[in-house]
């Protein structure tokens, strides 16, 4: 039997090629990461440059201490925010909606997924920063705000709406459908007998959800938690359309501050020399996080099958 | 002397527009076990989950006729079905650990009801456990994973966490299909010994399984309950052709 075997080498060739420039690009950017940021980390060594609290075009001293301290505690409140609405829409779509509601709804979390993050800037820019200005911030403001100690943080000094809590807030927005779809699989995945098992000992449906369905996907839940988080952590049009960018101290959460992606987005255009290199610093400290992330989520999902 | 403690009247049941159970008629004996046979798709899963009234978790299920309990018909729309499930447990086809620790899986009945004090959850885990003649197995793994358990464990695992609920009857469907022959002995040698504390009804597809075991055997066609009595005289001498035909492994 004859068979040409000149498709198939080409076939393999094809793709072992596309599988290489992969890991060239990857190479490649990490190298162009390292060149560019050599200046900033030779002038301030890198954990002068990732404590350090000064952005100071006029001194040319430059710290990634604000960037990342906005990057963190945005994601961080976000996630606080958009874990418990996501886990409650997933609960919602896979036991308790009514059948005929449910596809519709779930289409929707999948539209607002893919909603380009521009378009949540702008919304929280022109809707979602003024809304909560007028009506929430008071309300914080005038209870926590008067606590002894930390009362401060949760005061007004600005006006605008433009700040670190709207950003949190927005990011929360973009990751609740991210979060929300994925529970919803890890759900859908839960044995219907195992369901029936916890009802047929004469549980109610609130304690069958609570006891056996979110502890059987606590793993896959988790790990869509801390992907959401990388996206959080590396989201840039919709924070920097709504942080403020202030480098100042972090004097409450109702303050304009800045995030690391923020300020790549804003001063790429006019930065030159150290400040250019500073900036590739920045985006190095942000690949290092979302590694970081990664791996995390690898080994919480890996731990599943262990 | 038999009592019976339930009674199946004119039972019919409908998945949407299909009708799955038509017309059965059967008594539930008191403290015995009763094997419900037939070949796949017949209706005994269907008949079984009617007991527990599980049907209701989907939408689109109706009964028509009664199952009688004391008087009272359980399939009616004023039955408490939290109460129901906590007097009628079931054990599936598959094991179902949740995924927590052995202890915690029998405690969860208990603690669905609010028992809180340590030592009374104690006691009710290690009563269901030696029960289900499980407790010398596990007594020292009580906080490791259900999961890490063998499957025949797993089984008696869940006959114990329904134990633990102190319900008057088990259901049983197939439930020892998926367990090699050594762990359904001893599944089987259980359910004899459990029928001074409960009532069994089983759904088994195995004809020496009904023989060995049950007191009472109903046997099922096509959503038709098509003969019931004592074991025995279902074995040895049916009524009709049917059942002897089936019995002898001539069709199913
Ligand atoms: N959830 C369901 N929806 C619709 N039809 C079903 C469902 N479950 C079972 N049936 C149908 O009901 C009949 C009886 O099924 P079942 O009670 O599972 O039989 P058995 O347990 O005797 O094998 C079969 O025809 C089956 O196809
Ligand atoms: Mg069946």
């Known amino acids: ?46 954990f002068d440059f990732l404590f350090g609290r000064n952005w100071n075009y006029a001194n040319q001293i430059f710290g990634a201490l604000r960037p990342l301290t906005g990057t963190i505690i945005s994601t961080g409140l976000a996630l606080v925010m958009a874990v418990p609405v996501a886990l409650g829409t997933a609960v919602f779509l896979v036991e308790l909606c009514p059948h005929k ?46 606590l002894p100690l930390m009362g401060p943080f949760f005061q007004s000094h600005y006006a605008g709406g433009v700040n670190l809590f709207t950003a949190a807030v927005i990011l929360a927005i973009m990751i609740i459908p991210f979060i929300a779809g994925i529970a919803r699989d890890a759900f859908n995945q839960v044995p219907p007998i195992l369901k029936e098992s916890s009802y047929g000992v004469g549980a109610t449906h609130w304690e069958t959800i609570a006891q056996v369905i979110l502890p059987y996907t606590k793993t896959a839940v988790a790990g869509g938690v801390i992907i959401a988080m990388g996206r959080a952590l590396g989201e840039t049009m919709a924070v920097a359309y709504v942080i403020g960018n202030r480098h100042g101290g972090l004097d409450s959460i109702f303050s304009p501050y800045v995030t690391i992606t923020s300020v790549m987005a804003n001063e790429f255009n006019e930065a030159a020399g ?26 919480v999902l890996r731990s599943k099958f262990n | 002397m038999n009592m019976d403690l339930m009674t199946v009247d004119n039972l019919d049941f409908y998945y949407g527009s299909h009708r799955a159970l038509k017309a059965v008629n059967m008594p539930v004996v008191k403290n015995a076990i009763t094997s419900l046979i037939g070949p796949s798709g017949c209706g005994k899963t269907t008949l079984l989950r009617c007991f527990n009234r599980m049907h209701d978790l989907y939408p689109g299920n109706r009964y ?7 008087g009272v018909n359980i399939l009616s729309k004023q039955e408490d079905l939290i109460s129901l499930r906590s007097r009628l447990g079931m054990v599936f086809q598959k094991p179902t650990p949740f995924p927590m620790s052995v202890f915690d899986n029998i405690a969860y009945g208990p603690r669905l009801r609010k028992v809180k004090n340590k030592n009374i959850l104690q006691e009710r885990v290690e009563k269901a456990l030696r029960q289900a003649a499980l407790w010398d197995e596990v007594k020292d793994r009580l906080n490791d994973n259900a999961a890490g358990l063998s499957g025949g464990q797993q089984q008696r695992l869940v006959i114990a966490r329904t134990l633990a609920v102190e319900p008057e009857v088990i259901l049983f469907d197939e439930s020892t299909s998926a367990l090699d022959p050594i762990s359904t002995q001893k599944i089987e040698e259980l359910m004899v010994e459990l029928k001074k504390d409960v009532t069994i009804l089983a759904v088994t597809h195995n004809m020496q399984q009904a023989a060995r075991v049950s007191d009472f055997t109903a046997l099922m066609y096509l959503g038709e309950l098509i003969e019931y009595g004592d074991t025995k005289t279902i074995f040895t001498r049916p009524k009709h052709k049917m059942t002897e035909e089936y019995v002898s492994g001539h069709f199913g």
């Open chain 1, 1 to 46: 039997m004859k068979t040409s075997k000149l498709p198939n080498v080409i076939f393999k060739l094809l793709t072992f090629g596309a599988a290489i420039c992969v890991i060239v690009l990857i190479v490649g950017m990490l190298l162009t990461l390292l060149l560019e940021s050599w200046p900033a980390l030779r002038r301030f060594g890198f």
């Open chain 1, 101 to 146: 509601l449910r596809s519709g709804i779930g289409t929707a979390i999948e539209l607002l997924a893919a909603i380009p993050s521009i378009i949540y800037g702008m919304w929280g820019l022109f809707v979602l920063a003024p809304m909560l200005e007028e009506n929430f911030q008071p309300l914080i403001v005038g209870t926590l705000g008067k």
């Open chain 1, 274 to 299: 150290l400040q250019m290199s500073s900036l590739f610093t920045l985006a190095l400290v942000l690949l290092i996080a979302n590694f970081m992330v990664l791996s995390l989520a690898k080994y």
């Open chain 2, 64 to 70: 028509e006729g009664a199952i009688t309990m004391r």
